[in-house]
């Protein structure tokens, strides 16, 4: 048995792979590990560049679904296929740091930890942070729609509190772009065919009274927005109405659909264009593409950071105090 079986489901990110592959070969060295690679894209210009790939990388195993079988599946397939003690699951646009793998590989054993998820930024000048998971529950979402004002106050202190922590901190959900598993806790809800599989996870582990720990000290670039994009929207409808009517009973999550209709219509944030605001210079700010305001990045963005040429029309934002301290 390996001590460390890295995992990732690969969708038309062949492009991607080449320099997570690179990372990975110098991050593993003098750790009993393998790399699996599972393809769910089906494409034949996909798999010559796959091809290519195993050609160069021959330490690495490759696995070519016939179909898509989800990224659920995808990881399912991944665990069939290695025998790691602890198994590492990655998204091709994440890109480890040197030393984060090991870090990570050290907490999760020291620990004994379910799971053990990394400090993700989402720009490689290292400036944007990605917020703590957001969980999913009616309750929490409930509290979020009809209390945002407090809702964001409490949730932008808790995002910075895990900023500044310097140990490893409890949290309720799992990351999706990059966690590590005790491969004994591993399981993926196959019916979910995009999202919320780390929220099923995550449920899951809770129920049974597992940790899952937030590790400051190994950092990760998770690079957003690069992979494909097309039909996200629609299966995040479809995953999202599966993972409620399967984990959660229906009145809460009836209750919780008639208030997200009904705040959607009369509360939708005016977007505007990040760039505009940018002039302000130097500040924290938080900001999101979801309509009720779920903060999806919180990070201290400049007038010159790459991560602000990703933003679009559609994202809303806010400004957090100019003094982190105020916020904290």
Known sequence: MKDLSVVVVNYKTSHLLTRLLENLREELKNIDSEVVVVDNSCSISERANLRELRCKHIWVKFIMNRFNLGYAGACNVGLKNTTGRYVLFMNPDVVPTKGSIRVLLEHMIESKAAVVIPKLFLDEECKVLHPPAYPFKPSFMLFHRLFQKLFFMWWSRYSFRLWKATSDIPVKFITGAVFMVDRRDATFDTDLPLYFEDAALSLILERKGKKILFCPHSVMVHLYDLAPSKCKGKL?????????????????????????????????????????????????????????????????????????????????????????????
Request: include cysteine; proline fraction near 5%; hydrophobic fraction near 40%.
């Open 236 to 328: 995040w409808e479809i995953s999202e109405r599966i993972y409620f009517r399967r984990y959660f009973n229906r009145l809460s999550v009836n209750l919780l659909r008639a208030l997200a209709d009904f705040y959607s219509h009369w509360f939708h944030p005016e977007s505007k264009r990040l760039r505009d605001i940018l002039r302000k210079g130097d500040s924290p700010c938080a900001v999101s593409p979801h309509p009720d305001f779920v903060p999806f990045a919180l990070g201290i963005v400049t007038v010159n950071s790459k991560f602000a040429d990703r933003f679009g029309d559609s994202y809303a934002f806010e400004w957090l105090s100019d003094n982190f301290s105020e916020v904290v």
